[in-house]
């Protein structure tokens, strides 16, 4: 029985020192991506990936194309194992970075660009975010209206509308407090701190974007086989152009992930896919999609999970 299937990949967070080490072992077509990204990037990546030391792969321009890179390894691995039984995924996402393997996933977006396009990304996010002392904070117990009601005129903003349960604010420090004692005053139970080195999908990231643009503007991206579910729209992206202009809003816009996950539903996927590192993803597919099916493929173990 065919089962409505939707792939999603993780984002900056999710990484962790050995990733994908066992996939390099068993699957030649993983180790060629780890290969790849190796090439393309002039540097021994996998080495990283692999090995560490976690505080290398813990910066974001080393992060960000590992977990992209470890993602499609996993991917590959499964496509190897699966041959021609592998499902065509009705739809794919990625949260944040993983927007970028998601289009790759799709075909949308060339594997070797995607690592350039994201190795710069994470420097220039680790530069904005050093420009300007920023942060983020999780609001336990406040709907996403209220937070960004407590947001407004504060210079902070809606990052992630992750879940009902899990809504992020982030901004400049200073504004950042001032919404946390609003959304505090609001209702919020507690607002926890993240472990971030600034406020992505914020205006803080600005300088950041305005490069991404012109870089945007010099790649080709093609018409995925999938429609992508986009961060900050919730909606498909089925053209090169409308994949263009969401990566252009992505890095100062909130990811309304919640969003996605409940269109996908809405259109019927019974089964979402995690491919990549952690299991964050289908945590949150769980609290949005009450019943639906999850499975996580994060390493060799689980290359069979779909058969």
Request: glycine share 10%; aromatic share 4%.
């Amino acid at each position: 029985m065919n089962v409505t299937t939707a792939f999603l990949f993780p984002g900056q967070g999710a990484q962790e020192v050995g990733m994908g080490a066992d996939v390099f072992v068993a699957s030649a077509a993983a180790r060629a991506v780890f290969d790849e990204a190796n090439d393309v990037l002039g540097t021994s990546l996998s080495k990283i990936i692999l090995e560490g030391p976690a505080e290398e792969l813990v910066r974001s321009h080393n992060a960000q194309p590992a977990i992209l890179t470890a993602s499609i390894a996993l991917l590959r691995a499964l496509e190897e194992r699966m041959g021609d039984s592998m499902p065509q995924p009705t739809f794919v996402a990625g949260h944040s970075l993983g927007e970028y393997t998601a289009l790759v996933a799709a075909g949308a977006l060339d594997f070797a660009q995607a690592l350039r396009l994201v190795r710069r990304r994470g420097e220039l996010m680790q530069a904005a975010a050093e420009a300007t002392p920023s942060g983020m904070a999780a609001l336990i117990g406040l709907t996403l209206g209220a937070a960004q009601a407590a947001c407004e005129g504060t210079g902070a903003q809606v990052a992630n509308a992750n879940s009902e349960q899990q809504i992020v604010i982030a901004g400049p420090t200073e504004a950042l407090d001032a919404a946390i004692e609003r959304a505090k005053e609001a209702g919020a139970r507690r607002a926890l701190p993240l472990d971030v080195a600034g406020a992505f999908h914020t205006e803080v990231m600005r300088p950041a974007q305005d490069e991404m643009d012109r870089l945007f503007a010099e790649t080709t991206f093609g018409i995925p086989k999938s429609p992508v579910i986009g961060n900050t729209t919730g909606t498909p992206l089925v053209t090169g152009d409308e994949i263009r202009g969401e990566l252009a809003d992505q890095l100062c816009g909130c990811v309304y992930w919640q969003e996605a996950i409940e269109y996908m539903a809405a259109n019927g996927v019974e089964r979402y896919v995690e491919i990549g590192p952690g299991k964050v993803l289908t945590g949150l597919v769980k609290r949005i999609a009450s019943g639906a099916e999850t499975v996580v493929i994060g390493g060799l173990d689980a290359l069979d999970a779909l058969t």
